[in-house]
């Protein structure tokens, strides 16, 4: 069947018009009805408040029970920002479809919902909320200030989820505050320490300097700046010099007061005499040795380079490898520091024009040249990155890279493309994980420090979480040197120390005292089934939740990930605030119902950016209303609950039959996450199929024990198949038809069981032809204006219809039914010939006047070689050929995609 599925019939079909012969609208009417067009404002937040009140989608599961009855997703929890985007929207819908068909075709399902509510972020949103600054306050009184804006923001993030229907279990949820949280967050950071895979140490580190914290490695990311190339003339210090200076080039010439040495390839010949001297740094004068080694890039500008304490992570190996020592020309908040003299107390990017307008009033200046690179900056806040050295805790995962990667390939990806990213991540990492934040919102490090010996005090398990800013160390004399005075540990951990926690966070994992060991609440959860997410975050809270619960449990936390892409505008364009194209959700939402939206959802395949279409929305509205009009029409037809007769006649056994051929290819979609494909199939079968082809039978059927009993059947399973991705309009239909009572009572479609194949038996390709054989016929009564229940004489079929003649007959009310053996006689005939002109006029000029009236004499041949008309004969790739099928027997031929049909009306 190709029937377009907007045309105007199709629109009319299901639609509530009384069936054709006779007024039976009446018979089956009961207590409920479905009454009016569908009204999704009313009906959408009625059933979101009625699940939300009857906890239909609580966890049911015992702790402890199978853990393959359980499907547990691990949630990402947004950040409280406060704002809901379409990526929030696009992301939870699709955890939903998975939720939704899991927790029907699977069992016991965990959908718990989280609130990122520490790090900085939240720290920025206080402080931007209240108009204040984190460092004007003592650490605790911020965290309330934070606690107390974050709440705000909260309630109103679940009303927004909630709104989106989603199948989310709010009595599971969590903040990454909380005290519980803070208490795992703690344990996890005791339980690696003692594993020895933690350490503490003084060395440079990846630092922002607006946010006045070190950061990992994972935060940082390129951005194209406009830049200049400086060319900077060196002196030779040596009194004995063959040369006199030497040119080195760099964008940061504001780092030159930090030089600490120069650098040459030893297999730079023209460069090599050099090593060994010492250089003289213009304006500043301190003098800085030339020493050879190999990470030097030769083809880079001069090919010598200078090492700056710090620029890059070069500058920090050379640092390392060579002793050298530490020159701080810039402070924690990119401010020039005392060893830049002149400079002192500039921001970094004023001291660098003021170097180079020195530099070049002094000589030194060669040349200057605007390039665009790549910058480091912070994800967070965009700011240039510096390298700053100090102390800070570290979590080792550079010497389990191997583990972590066959961690990933333990996992089902969806899609599997998406592994490549996780891998490259783990190829490039060059740092261990930096997990000090020097910052005011988070949660503290449970540790103290002797102030004699600087020994490492860690609190008990059993006493966490703990605030070493206020709490006492749980010894009174250090253990290594027998002082009594310990200094508190001021940093909180990354915000991924404790996001990165999330599956022990749902399955309840803690330190038993008692048996002195860590254990699970609700160890059938764990592993998790599915970790959803973007692909944004593969090297933030992917890869850190692998190393945190891959450390600590000895697991994969993941039997599967699935990765989504992003929303983009209606051009494809990336969503921003500048470009000023961002769609917000509620907008969208004021606009139309949320299961159109949900429609839209499913639209693209899992993994690819796809754009914001409103076509599609409106695609799913239109779908909400053929389901609820379909609905409406069947109850007109078929009473609620009939009796299954002995036997089907053969159109409505293969309804039956292609109803359970659609389960099977449906519930494997959903079961490999291929919601779009399950989507766009049971939307032709149930439109093109159901509706427009056999609900238009059963209206002139409506009487047959065997059609009411397939209609009811197919109805029930529509609405069940199209829950997860329709949920409102499913349930109000199910609840309106088939519930017992409600909104006080009901048992959720969203609870029923995913329907399984009822094992039907027919010839689908038969009944497919039948069905293409009926629309053929009941199109040549519309199309001369007779009513459909007009008497037809004689037809004539060629095409596999057997088994449902006699169906054709009754529906179509044909008289005389003859099944072809032959293919009746059809001639094709050329109709027209379209010329190639825009290649043809060049060619042959003033001569295609002459070649298109001769075909329009139809004085023409198509030979082998091509078209011969007017004396020429013109290529293949200069015409084409449209081709006509025409019947020349008696009576009206139709062809459909694998049939013939003739009707006899020659008379
Ligand atoms: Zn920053
Ligand atoms: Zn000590």
Redesign the pocket.
């Known amino acids: 069947m190709t029937n377009d599925a907007d045309t105007l019939p199709t629109e009319t079909t299901a639609d509530s018009t009384p069936p054709m012969e006779g007024d039976e609208q009446m018979k089956h009417e009961t207590a409920h009805a479905l009454e009016g067009t569908y009204d999704p404002e009313t009906i959408e937040s009625t059933w979101q408040d009625a699940w939300v009140e009857a906890a239909t989608y609580a966890y049911d599961g015992e702790a402890g029970q199978d853990p393959n009855t359980t499907y547990a997703i691990d949630t990402p929890p947004p950040t409280v920002s406060g704002s809901l985007h379409m990526g929030h929207l696009y992301g939870h819908t699709l955890q939903d479809f998975a939720a939704r068909f899991q927790r029907m075709a699977n069992g016991d399902v965990l959908f718990p919902f989280g609130y990122d509510d520490n790090g900085i972020a939240s720290e920025r949103l206080t402080e931007q909320d209240l108009d204040i600054r984190h460092q004007d306050y003592e650490r605790q009184a911020f965290q309330e200030l934070c606690r107390e804006v974050c709440q705000e923001y909260e309630a109103e993030f679940t009303e927004k989820m909630q709104s989106l229907g989603t199948s989310i279990d709010w009595d599971h949820t969590y903040k990454t505050i909380e005290p519980r949280v803070q208490r795992i967050s703690q344990l996890s950071f005791v339980d690696l320490y003692e594993q020895g895979r933690e350490y503490r140490k003084k060395a440079p580190a990846i630092w922002c300097p607006e946010c006045e914290t070190a950061i990992s490695q994972v935060e940082t990311e390129d951005d194209e700046r406009q830049s200049h190339f400086n060319d900077i003339a060196f002196e030779l210090a040596g009194s004995n010099p063959p040369r006199e200076d030497f040119v080195i080039s760099t964008t940061r010439p504001e780092l030159i007061p930090a030089c600490v040495a120069v650098f040459v390839h030893p297999d730079d010949d023209d460069n090599r005499d050099l090593v060994g001297e010492t250089a003289r740094i213009p304006i500043f004068g301190h003098e800085v040795p030339i020493i050879e080694d190999e990470r030097v890039d030769m083809e880079k500008g001069s090919g010598i380079v200078m090492c700056c304490t710090f620029g890059d992570q070069n500058d920090i190996e050379w640092y390392q490898a060579h002793g050298l020592p530490l020159r701080v020309a810039i402070d924690e908040t990119a401010t020039m520091t005392d060893l830049a003299g002149d400079y002192e107390g500039m921001h970094t990017e004023t001291a660098r024009e003021a170097i180079v307008e020195d530099l070049e009033e002094t000589g030194h200046l060669r040349d200057r040249r605007e390039i665009v690179h790549d910058v480091g900056v912070h994800e967070r806040c965009d700011t240039p990155v510096e390298y700053r050295v100090s102390k800070q805790w570290y979590i080792n995962v550079l010497d389990h890279k191997d583990a972590y990667l066959e961690a990933g390939e333990a996992m089902d990806w969806y899609p599997e493309k998406m592994f490549t990213r996780y891998r490259h991540w783990i190829e490039g990492l060059e740092w261990d994980w930096l997990i000090s934040r020097q910052r005011d919102s988070g949660i503290p490090f449970p540790v103290w420090y ?6 490492e005090v860690l609190a008990e398990k059993a006493d966490l979480p703990v605030d070493p800013l206020s709490d006492e160390p749980p010894v009174d004399t ?6 009594d005075e310990f200094e508190p540990e001021e940093d909180v951990f990354d915000t991924w120390a404790t996001s990165s926690l999330t599956p022990l966070i749902n399955a309840g994992w803690d330190w038993n005292e008692e048996t002195q060991d860590f254990e699970m609440a609700n160890p059938e959860l764990y592993p998790f089934d599915l970790r959803p997410q973007g692909h944004d975050i593969i090297s933030f809270w992917l890869f850190h939740t692998i190393v945190k619960c891959y450390e600590h449990t000895g697991e994969v936390p993941f039997d599967a990930t699935l990765i989504n892409g992003h929303v983009l505008d209606e051009n494809r364009e990336k969503m921003s605030k500048s470009r000023g194209n961002v769609v917000e959700p509620a907008a969208v939402l004021a606009e139309y119902p949320v299961d159109a939206v949900r429609f839209w959802a499913a639209s693209a395949a899992v993994g690819d950016d796809f754009p914001f279409q409103e076509q599609d929305i409106v695609a799913g509205e239109k779908l909400l209303r053929k389901l609820w009009n379909a609905s409406k029409l069947i109850d007109t037809l078929a009473p609620r609950d009939p009796p299954e007769p002995d036997e089907l006649e053969p159109i409505d056994r293969w309804l039956l039959a292609e109803l359970d051929d659609a389960i099977d290819t449906l519930t494997a979609h959903f079961e490999a996450y291929e919601f779009a494909k399950a989507r766009n199939q049971l939307r032709t079968f149930f439109w093109n199929t159901f509706c427009d082809d056999y609900l238009e039978i059963a209206k002139t059927r409506d009487d047959s024990p065997s059609t009411q009993y397939a209609l009811r059947t197919a109805h029930r399973t529509f609405l069940l198949l199209w829950a997860p991705i329709m949920p409102h309009v499913t349930e109000e239909i199910w609840q309106t038809v088939y519930g017992e009572g409600r909104p006080d009572a009901f048992e959720s479609i969203h609870t029923k069981a995913w329907p399984a194949p009822r094992g039907y038996e027919a010839d689908l390709e038969a009944g497919e032809t039948a069905m293409e054989v009926i629309s053929a016929l009941r199109r040549y009564k519309s199309e001369r204006q007779l009513p459909l229940n007009e008497p037809l004489e004689s037809v004539a079929v060629h095409g596999p219809i057997s088994g449902f003649e006699t169906a054709i007959q009754d529906v179509t009310h044909v008289q005389d039914l003859e099944v072809l053996e032959e293919p009746p006689e059809i001639t094709t005939e050329i109709a027209s010939i379209d010329l190639e002109y825009a290649t043809l006029g060049p060619k042959y000029g003033a001569k295609v006047g002459e070649i298109d009236a001769a075909i329009d004499a139809g004085e023409f041949e198509i030979t082998d070689d091509g078209l011969a008309v007017a004396g020429e004969t013109l290529a293949d790739d200069l015409f084409e050929v449209e081709y006509e099928r025409t019947y020349s027997g008696s009576g009206t031929m139709t062809e459909t995609e694998s049939a013939v049909v003739i009707v006899d009306d020659a008379a």
């Open positions: 002797c102030s004699e010996c600087d020994t250090c253990a290594a040197c027998g002082h």
